[in-house]
């Protein structure tokens, strides 16, 4: 089946240290986004990568950091850096031809970090 | 004034009931648009998307788009139980991978 698998389903951090999130997909997609979703707060950009090896940031990047070194896979780090990382965060993952496509995202079943 | 505006809810309706979910918004560039549903501790999946003004019809889904007044819709006709999630409203401008979101809207359908 092809999809979006994002592990762990459940994360927790300790004081001062990174955790690294993971997601795969197997869609052939070019693009992968990452998201943090707050109660009330909709959706928010953290990173997004259009090609491999390359990615930019999004809204709200700072106090994470992401690599995309395989088309298929774009793992986020939550830095210590990050001082409210209570979250759910979502992979999202899309064929968009930089925008021309009008193929949409589509979404893993998330990660919900806490902090312990 | 936020790009996209989406009145959280929660809202609550009776089975079968004709549900009408909005979402405006303020950029004259976005294009493509786009709803979500997310079931409690899932991802967002896509219900319906358009591209530009007019009305986009799959079953008991119409999905509406109003440029001209910056404003979209989605109508859930015969509303199930199973029909209670939150629901969000996205968009983006040509040309663009980013998707703006609005902040969902809870729904829940009483058997």
């Known amino acids: 089946d092809g999809g979006i698998t994002q592990s762990p389903k459940y994360l927790f951090r300790k004081e001062g240290q990174n955790v690294t999130l993971s997601c795969e997909q197997n869609?052939?997609?070019?693009?992968m986004y990452w998201y943090r979703q707050d109660p009330g707060q909709g959706l928010r950009l953290i990173y997004y990568?259009?090609?491999?090896?390359?990615?930019q940031k999004g809204d709200i990047a700072e106090g994470y950091s992401v690599s995309r070194e395989k088309k298929e896979s774009f793992p986020l780090t939550v830095t210590s850096a990050q001082k409210n990382p209570t979250a759910f965060y979502l992979c999202?993952?899309?064929?968009?031809?930089?925008?021309?496509?009008?193929?949409?995202?589509?979404f893993g079943d998330g990660t919900r970090l806490s902090i312990l | 004034q936020k790009e996209v505006e989406q009145d959280p809810g929660p809202l609550s309706v009776p089975e079968g009931a004709i549900v009408s979910l909005n979402c405006t918004y303020s950029?004259?560039?976005?294009?493509?648009f786009m709803w979500y549903r997310q079931y409690s501790r899932k991802g967002p999946e896509l219900l319906m998307y358009?591209?530009?003004?007019g009305n986009k019809e799959d079953g008991r889904f119409t999905a509406q788009v109003d440029k001209s007044s910056k404003y979209i819709s989605l109508f859930i006709r015969d509303s199930q139980p199973s029909d209670s999630a939150t629901y969000l409203c996205?968009?983006?401008?040509?040309?663009?991978?980013?998707?703006?979101f609005g902040k969902g809207m809870k729904l829940t359908v009483n058997p």
């Open positions: 869609l052939n997609h070019d693009a």
């Open positions: 996205a968009m983006r401008k040509g040309g663009s991978e980013k998707l703006v």
């Open positions: 950029n004259s560039a976005f294009q493509y």
């Open positions: 999202a993952s899309g064929d968009e031809m930089g925008g021309l496509s009008m193929q949409p995202q589509h």
């Open positions: 990568s259009q090609i491999v090896n390359d990615f």
């Open positions: 358009t591209y530009s003004s």
